[in-house]
Every structure is written in C-alpha cells, then in structure tokens.
C-alpha cells in the first residue's frame, strides 16, 4: 500500500499534468464572439470572396462573417412598410426618415395646451444642432432598416461563399426580395422624403437624405458575389427585376434636384454620393459610366479634401471631428476589383483583396491610391493625420477598419498600421469581420491555426469553405460547443492550481 505521502506525490503529478494541459489550451483557444459593428461603408471584391484562398491569419475573421450573418438573418427581412408614419406622399413604399440633427423650437407656436408630437412634427420650426441626435428620429427607422438589410446581404453572402451553405444565399434573395420587389412590401426607387426637414415650412426631403443609402455599396458586393458565383438561389428573375430596380433608381439619382445638390456636396456627403452612385452603375452593368463616376469625384471633391498636414480641413470643422473623418476616410478608400484584370492570379498585394471610392476605382481600371489632392496629399496622408488625434469622449474604433485598409493597401513595411491596431483595438482585432477582406495586414502573430488550417500564422497558408455538408446552423452550434468546452480547462487548471498550491 502507497503510502500517504507517495499518493499525495503522485495527485500533485496529475494535477501538474492537468494544470499544463490546461494552460495550452489557455493560449490557444479561439478569440471570444464579437459583437456586430455596422461599417461605415465597404465592399469586399466577388473575385477574393469566391477564391476559396484565403491566409490562415483570416479564419478567425471568417467565424466572426458567419457568425454576424446568422444573427442579422434573424432579425430580417426588412421593408420600408413597417414604419408608424406615412410620408406626406401618402404611399408607404416611399422611403422616409427625419434630419438627424433638427430640433424642435416650439417657444414661439403660442400654444394653450401641451402639443401632440404630430403637431409638433407640423407646426414647431426646427432647428439643426449639428452632432446631437434627436431621438424621435428613429420613430421613422427606415435608414436603420436599410443598413441592417446591406450587412445581412454582405455577410450572409460571405457566408455562403465560405460555407457554401444555401441557407445564406436564400437568405439574399428573401431580403432583396422582400425590400425592392415584392409588389407588396418594395421600396419606390427615390428618396423624396430622406432625412425630411419637419415644421411649418417643411414635410420635404433634403439632399443630405442620399446619405441614408450609402450602404448600397455593400449591398451590390453581396448581389455580385451570389451572382458570379451562380448561386441557384439567386435566380435570372431576382436579378432581372433587381437590375430593372436600380435603374430606375439610378435614373432619379442623376437627375432629381436634391440627388444633384448632394453630387455637388464638398464633404463626405458628395464622397458617398459617387460610390453610391458607382457601386450601383456597376451592379447594371455600366462599367464605363461607372469609372467616369469616379473620376469625377477625384478630379473634383477629393482634390480640396485633404490638407497639406493631411487633416480633412470640413470634417474637422464638426462637431464630432474625430468621427467625420474617419467616417469620409472609408468613403474614399472603398474600391472594387475589376475582375477580368486578376481573375485568378492574385499575385500583387494592392489588387488581390477589397479595401469606396479608391477601392471603385480599382474595379474599374482607375487606379486612386497614390493621386495626390491639389496640396500633394493622399489618402494615406489623410489617414496618418487621423490616427495621430485623440479620440477623446468619440468612438475610437471607427478609425480602425480604415487603418486596416489603408495599411493593406499601401504596404506596412514598418508595422507601423499593424502596432497601432494591437495598441488600440487589442488583441482580438484579426478576428473584427473586415480583416477577412483587407488582405494582406499582419495579424501580429496573435491568430493560431490549428493542424488542419495549416501550420503558422504567416498568412501564406489558405482555408478553404467546409464541404462536410454541414448546415451553417450545425457548424455554428459545434462551434461553440468547443468553445464552451475550451473555456472549461483554463478554468479548471487554475483551480487545479489553486488546490495544489495551498
């Protein structure tokens, strides 16, 4: 019989074993869910989405896509015909919101009774205060809507392309289905009533309400990876009627008076104008115009834009500076890729992944990464400006997709972008969904791959879509199954610790 102290002996070499095993796991164990972030705007390029080739340092960005994807095909589908108030049209199918920005001031009415928001909404002149939300805005919630239907479109159309699950592309079509075509719940293709201004003298829309669509740009990504990808989903008669939709669109976004004053727009609202506009030309097939687009926005806006020291002289001029100019950085930067120029090579770092306006460009054949503004700056120059500011009581984490592209795009040789995400983001940033796309970008040696992606983190490995035939629901559940199972161990092993060091 073992005496007490040999057993003890050998409890604490199990405990020890348990303990280290434990602690291996600690260190490798995947990166925590993220919550879902809405991007200001972006496009990931068909071409890379469909590739199946894609860096190791990608995959836990890749859990994030499908994971968001599921979530916000939760919550769909989407239609202008839920909102509680009906436009002064009298047709709900019309688009609607209300001025972000604008107050009431009802000192003046000389009412005897307390208002009604109704005669509020009528009667109260409105004034703006610029940077502070009226919270009755979102009352009238269609550009929310809207901007949940663009990322469930992206990344349930990610999702398929990964996964290879028609659950995700049935998802696609249901939402495009139900927001511009179903006679019954579409969208009327203007924006006569975008951010209304309200009062006596109002009940009209305002060229800043072109705005509130400026997530088409991730919605037509979504549209063109099912479509060259030939989803069976996404049928010819979805298409068709989608096509025949934007140009009408189309049509009331080149010629009606408020789309035309927000063309002319000197800040971000003419930076989204073009890629909206862009995005959408390319989506029916217009190429040329869509490149003639884009050209107009750099030959024009884009060369007032950026100041000599790289400051963007009219969004700093805000309220919240911090947040416009990030926020007209990601206007910028988005670009396309035109797919007959790489269809498969993807062999130059700068053209093998999505970075809207320069990323537009790309997919187009003109080339916006290295024009310089009438004061000899660049994008680059606008975005090292950006990253040298505090963010003070602002949103520091809508700089960082932009670091992230910026950084794809022009190279970080010195892991100068790289260093400012691991000291800002933290050490989950590779796995934020937009690391996927803004290829190459170092990971910072933080995202371990297990022996069946590959071996390292080096980026030159790839991970393909699952073809265990698995549901998305089903690879999610195992998913965080292991996860659950994971986080056991550490736990256990300092508690294990705990006992044995007592």
Not at 276 to 286: E, P, S
Not at 373 to 384: C, E, F, K, V, Y
Not at 387 to 402: I, R
Not at 412 to 420: E, K, L, N, S, V
Request: proline share 5%; hydrophobic share 40%; aromatic share 10%.
């Amino acid at each position: 019989m073992r005496s007490p102290g040999s057993r003890g002996s050998a409890l604490r070499a199990v405990l020890s074993a348990a303990f280290a095993a434990s602690l291996g796991v600690l260190f490798t164990q995947p990166f925590p869910v993220r919550s879902l972030t809405s991007y200001a705007n972006d496009f990931v390029d068909p071409t890379y989405a469909l590739s199946e080739n894609f860096s190791n340092v990608t995959v836990e960005a890749q859990k994030t896509i499908v994971s968001w994807a599921q979530a916000l095909a939760a919550e769909g589908p989407w239609t202008v015909m839920n909102k509680s108030v009906t436009p002064p049209s009298g047709d709900k199918h019309d688009y609607m919101s209300w001025a972000p920005y604008s107050w009431p001031d009802c000192s003046k009415v000389g009412n005897t009774t307390e208002l009604t928001p109704e005669q509020i909404w009528t009667t109260c002149p409105y004034v703006t205060k610029d940077g502070q939300f009226n919270p009755d805005g979102r009352l009238v919630d269609d550009v929310g809507a809207f901007g949940d239907l663009a990322d469930a479109v992206l990344y349930n159309a990610l999702a398929w392309a990964l996964e290879g699950n028609a659950m995700y592309s049935s998802n696609v079509a249901k939402f495009v289905d139900t927001w511009f075509l179903d006679p019954d719940t579409m969208m009327n293709p203007n924006l006569n009533y975008a951010q209304m201004a309200r009062g006596p003298d109002g009940q009209v829309g305002q060229h800043t309400g072109v705005l509130d669509l400026k997530c088409m740009t991730k919605l037509v990504s979504g549209v063109l990876i099912l479509r060259e990808g030939k989803a069976a989903e996404w049928t010819s008669d979805i298409d068709t009627q989608l096509t025949n939709w934007t140009h009408s669109y189309i049509d009331w976004l080149t010629t009606a008076k408020i789309a035309l004053e927000e063309a002319s727009a000197d800040n971000n609202h003419g930076t989204f104008y073009y890629n909206q506009l862009a995005a959408l030309q390319i989506l029916v097939g217009d190429t040329d115009g869509a490149k003639q687009t884009i050209e107009k926005y750099f030959t024009n806006q884009y060369m007032s834009q950026i100041a000599a020291n790289g400051d963007q002289p009219l969004e700093s001029a805000r309220t919240r500076p911090y947040h416009y100019r990030a926020y007209n950085l990601a206007a910028m930067i988005v670009r396309l890729l035109f797919p007959s120029e790489h269809p498969s090579s993807f062999t130059n770092p700068i053209l093998s992944h999505s970075q809207t306006n320069a990323k537009l460009g790309d997919y187009l054949g003109y080339h916006a990464w290295n024009l310089t503004t009438s004061n000899g700056t660049t994008i680059q120059s606008a975005l090292d400006y950006a990253m040298a500011q505090p963010a003070g009581d602002e949103t520091a984490s809508e700089l960082w997709p932009d670091v992230v592209a910026v950084g794809a795009a022009y190279g970080d040789a010195r892991g100068t972008y790289a260093q400012f995400m691991l000291d800002n983001a933290g050490p989950s940033y590779p796995a934020d969904a937009q690391f996927f796309w803004n290829q190459p970008f170092s990971d910072s040696g933080l995202v371990k791959v297990s022996a069946d992606q590959g071996a390292g983190s080096s980026g030159s490995g790839s991970t393909a879509k699952s073809k265990t035939g698995a549901t998305g629901a089903e690879s999610g559940a195992a998913s965080a199954a292991v996860r659950g199972s994971w986080s056991v161990f550490p736990a256990a092993g300092l508690a294990v610790m705990a006992l044995v060091l007592c």
